[in-house]
């Protein structure tokens, strides 16, 4: 105590956070501005407007709430979501419990239809589910499951939902910037992200999404929404000027001087390159790690690529794997959540870390503890 | 555009966010840890440790949320007002105003005790709400008004609402680490504050803490709390270990260690210190300006030292002084807000800024933008 904090120089190949740019937490470090400086909302604009180029929309309503991913879940559940209201929930990992949990807190009617984890959902079940309750609202899925390894196929599942006339949410908070998404060809109505996975940056904030028809549908709700700090009335309100900002909250100015930075360098990239070099450098991260003797869980068409679940051999105390790695090579993969836990490992290769490089160290790393 | 933002150095005399001590911008630029790494644990344990220095708390449920302090006021409120329940609200501003607004979207009944806004909240008229609403739940109120500069009797209004059973959430977002709170002194319930005023840290944190008898009341709702994020239930699990920390959100790593050492430094300062140099050089700031022929519009007695109120003197364009300190001199001073649009400007001395040095900055500039 009574010491700066010094913190390791983690390797981070967890299901996130993961290693932040350099230049981002260069950026993280420059002088504070005033949220209501005009300078700083000229970098609110230019934040709106790379996030749509990573988001793949024209969306108005597209900015970053100032907090975690888990904020922006809620979010987008408490403003579109009205309590009565019946809401699809498409669940096979434990993120989408997370929504269905918040759907309920929200007094909303959860219908639920499971999946078996580590599996993407099956859009006939999908379907199904609103064959039988044509008066569904809301259609939820988490696009890049983090706790299963598993990818929906969004584009099937939003068409799907649209069919029936329901509002389609989908989380990318594991995808977005590493995996193809595609908010206006798939026609989402809502998504939310974080920032320290596909886009390199430090955690906290949420990139978030709305469609005009959301829009459209949370100024026509019966009942106010629940939450103040969410509430994409007074948000909207604050984000979309110009020349009419209304104080909202005080937005975190050196936080975002991290996401502009990170957003550009994704940009300069080229965000069509950096999905197909998280699928590439996936194969070759699968490919070692069967080498090795180590099989992802998930069949290779319904795998994140930059987030692999690993099936745990026979006879090997995972909880010691894990913690060598930590303590003998700084390299932190992740364990197995809800109903996987114990079973898996989870290996994440994403934004700055989905390089051969890294790919190396991992496979060197697990080698050694595993030997 | 597809540029590296390069914010101005301004001299931030608004109301905040203050400019940040240069110790904790170096800290926000070290590598990001994993919100379940052992190293991050000990770092959110030193927090809670720090923040009970800071809060004048023995309370265990004292952690940091990770969003801005308006975050932290629907944390408290969310919590301990339930659908139904009636709540006194002490309202001279525009900041208890915004906490009526979110106890009425909690579906709590607000009892409004309205005072003259630039006047601390009269007790009188505080228990006189009381007397007529004996069943009253809970009671909130902003200690340093940050819309009026005006400063309550924290002490007095806390034996009020005691007096009648009332739990109590007092605001701290512009006194904490600047003016004298005690939170267990004064038998506060629940209280949030945030990061970038007294503390000289970056924005988009709320320290918060919440009293024994604040968590039994939650524990024994008769309604779950409306919103997952905030839930504190939920967030106790992820703070309060040791040995059984479930995962909530992810934290924002870089964040913490800025924190951390902006807790740090105050500490090392001594808070009794600091409480003593915010209101010399306060004092100090009032004759300076008096001499250029500036008035504080809140009395003495019942003013926020850290931050005044400044009657705009006949015949002044208000926004273009505000604007040419901007731009000729890269100093920032607030607006008023609300009521008090047009009529004062905010000049805040708080943190890392309260020294003579700025004192004779801002007078300097001031005097040459009025001339």
């Given amino acids: 105590m009574n010491k700066s904090f010094i913190p390791f120089n983690r390797i981070l190949m967890g299901p996130g956070p993961s290693n932040v740019n350099p230049q981002v937490l260069k950026a993280l470090?420059?002088?504070?501005?005033?949220?209501?400086?005009?300078?700083?909302?000229?970098?609110?604009?230019?934040?709106?407007?790379?996030l749509k180029y990573t988001f793949k929309t024209e969306n108005e309503a597209t900015f970053v709430l100032s907090g975690p991913g888990s904020?922006?879940?809620?979010?987008?559940?408490?403003n579109l979501v009205e309590p009565g209201d019946k809401v699809i929930v498409a669940i096979g990992g434990y993120f989408a419990n997370r929504m269905a949990q918040i759907v309920e807190k929200i007094g909303g009617h959860v219908i639920a239809v499971k999946e078996t984890w580590g599996r993407a959902i099956d859009p006939q079940k999908f379907e199904d589910a609103f064959k039988q309750n044509p008066d569904v609202k809301v259609a939820a899925f988490v696009?890049?499951?983090t706790s299963t390894g598993a990818l929906q196929n969004a584009k099937v599942l939003s068409e799907?939902?649209?069919?029936?006339g329901a509002l389609v949410i989908a989380?990318?908070?594991?995808?977005?910037g590493?995996?193809?998404?595609?908010?206006?060809?798939?026609n989402l109505d809502a998504s939310y992200s974080c920032s320290q996975k596909g886009l390199s940056c430090v955690a906290g904030m949420s990139p978030i999404t709305f469609s005009a028809r959301a829009v459209e549908h949370i100024k026509k709700r019966k009942t106010p929404v629940q939450s103040w700090f969410n509430d994409l009335n007074l948000l909207l309100s604050y984000w979309n000027g110009p020349g009419k900002r209304a104080y909202h909250h005080t937005a975190p100015s050196n936080q975002f001087y991290g996401l502009h930075e990170a957003l550009l360098l994704l940009k300069e990239e080229g965000i069509e390159n950096s999905w197909r070099r998280h699928k590439e450098n996936s194969n070759k991260l699968v490919a070692r790690l069967k080498e090795i003797g180590l099989e992802p869980l998930v069949p290779e068409n319904e795998r994140i690529p930059n987030l692999l679940t690993i099936k745990i051999p026979e006879g090997i105390d995972e909880a010691k794997v894990r913690t060598d790695l930590l303590n003998k090579h700084n390299l932190e993969i992740g364990a197995g959540l809800g109903e996987l836990a114990g079973k898996v490992w989870r290996i994440g290769l994403?934004?700055?870390?989905?390089?051969?490089?890294?790919?190396?160290?991992?496979?060197?790393?697990?080698?050694?503890?595993?030997?």
């Fill in 29 to 50: 470090s420059k002088p504070a501005l005033g949220h209501l400086d005009p300078q700083f909302i000229e970098l609110m604009d230019e934040i709106k407007s790379l």
């Fill in 71 to 78: 904020l922006g879940m809620e979010a987008c559940l408490v």
């Fill in 143 to 145: 696009h890049a499951e």
């Fill in 160 to 164: 799907v939902a649209h069919k029936y």
């Fill in 171 to 176: 989380d990318t908070v594991t995808s977005l």
């Fill in 178 to 186: 590493a995996v193809e998404v595609r908010v206006d060809e798939w």
């Fill in 350 to 371: 994403m934004g700055y870390n989905s390089s051969e490089k890294m790919i190396l160290f991992c496979i060197n790393a697990l080698k050694d503890v595993m030997r």
